[in-house]
């Protein structure tokens, strides 16, 4: 494989079951599946340190922080960086809490109020998307559409029910 985006980016991703927890709502499964399948589908990924991709990443929760074990494709694993989530609770809390709102208002709210409510979870999103950005700084470089799926996932290892 030739140098370039090919390499730099992820051609697999994986949830660790165990950290998923309790069975999740159908749509809880359909927003993961999505979220995956658009992240394989257009991403930028470069791992800090000269490791050839593309890579793959499996992502987990362990004792309360979040484990990135990414490898090049096919090979043995190159890094696992863990990261708190202390960062991210607080803007978890309130897009879970919007996120509530939001399925709540498709029942019964006027198109303007539910837009408004989408319109800050994608704030949030945004957010939580700006702390992966800055929380990877150094150990691997990804773009605001890459950060924003993997918040996704963050999100849906993290939510409680």
Known sequence: MTDGANNHRLVAVTLDGGSIGAAASPDAEHERR??????????????????????????SLVDQKLSLKVAPEGGEEAMTHLLSLSPFRKILKDYFFVCESYREA??????????????????????????????????????????????TLIAALSWKG
């Open 106 to 151: 498709i029942r019964s709210a006027s198109p303007g109020q539910i837009e408004a409510i989408d319109m800050g979870r994608r704030g949030l999103h945004d957010e939580g998307a700006d702390v992966l950005v800055e929380r990877l700084r150094g150990k691997i470089a990804i773009d605001k559409q890459t950060a924003r799926r993997l918040f």
């Open 34 to 59: 999505v979220a995956i399948y658009d992240l394989i589908e257009d991403n930028s990924f470069a791992p800090e340190g000269g490791h050839q991709g593309p890579f793959t990443l499996h992502i």
